[in-house]
Each structure stands twice: as structure tokens, then as C-alpha cells.
């Protein structure tokens, strides 16, 4: 499956080493330092909110989050290419833990409420019907908590060791508890009238298993092309022993 982000620029944009942003704190060492994580994940958050991104890592901010172009082989029977599209609701991220250590990043948090919008082209069969169309849509997410997990590497420059997340295989999203997921594809079979509002119904109806033939592909473009986005911006211009506590 292949995923084209922003992410793939970010190492272009220079190195110099950074001391840990005064809005962080360090960790203790170990995998006792959850409540540490959850503490700097909120001021992570806080930080781009209010700086509009983070300048100093030439990081975006979080309303929206852009991405360029997003091609998902949802199912072996069903493709879906997103493109211009914007992620609304990560402003109102809740942590709820995590850790970090020697080599595996886990964060824990809570989203009320996430938008996807862009442009679409869908093709192939969800569930048990066949589906085809280009143009506007918009996914809607409700009230649901998300795990993270990423292996560290260690890279060493001009003398310093700094954290990078390993190869995206190494890294897992999950989605849980998801209380609601809305669907909407404008222009379905090229604007049939009938066909289009119909096959929206039935994704909502059948919400659930439609979000289960997705959900795989969906976890890892929030993975792949934002958090690790994120995450890879900071690690990469923090030396590690900024990171924890001596």
C-alpha cells in the first residue's frame, strides 16, 4: 500500500540541533513516564494551536491538517484515492497516556470529532455493492480513542543522537471505540440522482461494517502521512539527551 504525504520533504528542510522548546518537559527514562508523555502531547498540541504550526521544526499547524494526496487499497475489491484533503478536530485532542523509551514511542489519546475533506475517486465493490464516482466528500469520525505505537532508530549527526521513527512498518495506529462514522460521497455513479443518495444511505446504515472494510487503511494514512509527520518533526532537531531527565 502506498502513501504520498508531505512526510517525504521533511528531511530537506536542514539540520541544526535544538534544545528541548521550553512548553516541554524531560522524561524520566523508562516506561514510567506516561503521565510525562500525556503532559507533553497536550503541549505539543497547545503549541501548534497557538503558533499557528511550529516554525522553529517548519512543522503545519492542526486546523486544518493538509495533505496532498492519499491512495488507499482499502480491500483487494476496492480502491480509493483522496486528494486536497484536510483533517478538521485534531485541535481538541485529549491524551490519556503513554511512554516513551530505549526504542518504542506509545501515545494514548482521545478525538471528540474529526473531518475528512477533499476530493475523491472510489472504484470497486464495499460490502456486497459495487460503488464508482469522482468528486466531493466528507468522513466523519466521532468519539473515539487511538493507540500509537512507534520503534525508535537512533541517528547520530555532527555528534549528537536523535530519535527518528523507524521504517513505517514499524510503526501501528489503532482506532478503538469509535461511536459513529458519517459518510458522505457527492457525485456517486457520475450524479445519478437515484444511485448517489441511495448508496450514501447504506454506507450510514451499515456504518460499522463499512468502517471495518476501512479501517486498516484509514489507521495507517493517520500513521504514515500525520502522526509520524509530527512526531519525526520534533525528534529529528531534539538530541536525545534533551529528551530525559539525567
Not at 89 to 102: Q, R
Request: hydrophobic share 40%.
Amino acid at each position: 500500500m502506498k502513501f504520498i504525504s508531505f512526510i517525504s520533504v521533511l528531511l530537506a528542510i536542514g539540520v541544526y540541533s535544538a534544545k528541548l522548546p521550553e512548553y516541554l518537559k524531560k522524561c524520566k527514562k523508562g516506561t514510567d513516564n506516561g503521565d510525562c508523555v500525556a503532559v507533553n502531547e497536550q503541549a505539543v498540541v497547545d503549541a501548534l494551536l497557538k503558533n499557528s504550526g511550529e516554525p522553529k521544526f517548519k512543522l503545519q499547524g492542526l486546523t486544518p491538517i493538509h495533505v496532498s494526496r492519499i491512495d488507499l487499497q482499502a480491500t483487494p475489491q476496492l480502491k480509493v484515492g483522496l486528494s486536497e484533503v484536510d483533517f478538521f478536530g485534531f485541535e481538541h485532542l485529549k491524551p490519556t497516556g503513554g511512554n516513551i523509551d530505549a526504542d518504542t514511542l506509545h501515545i494514548k489519546s482521545f478525538l471528540p470529532h474529526v473531518e475528512i475533506i477533499g476530493k475523491y475517486d472510489i472504484n470497486g465493490k464495499i460490502l456486497i455493492l459495487p460503488i464508482q464516482g469522482q468528486g466531493n466528500c466528507n468522513i466523519t469520525l466521532v468519539d473515539f480513542d487511538v493507540d500509537y505505537i512507534a520503534k525508535l532508530v537512533v541517528e547520530e549527526r555532527k555528534g549528537k543522537k536523535y530519535y527518528q521513527v523507524a521504517a513505517d512498518d514499524n510503526t501501528t495506529l489503532k482506532i478503538n471505540n469509535i461511536k459513529k462514522v458519517h459518510w458522505q460521497f457527492n457525485n456517486l455513479f457520475n450524479g445519478d440522482e437515484r444511485l448517489g443518495p441511495e448508496m450514501n444511505r447504506f454506507l450510514n446504515e451499515n456504518w460499522k461494517d463499512v468502517f471495518s472494510e476501512v479501517q486498516v487503511a484509514i489507521e495507517q494514512t493517520a500513521a504514515y502521512s500525520i502522526v509520524n509527520y509530527f512526531v519525526n518533526g520534533y525528534l529529528h532537531f531534539i538530541p536525545i539527551d534533551e529528551l530525559f531527565e539525567e
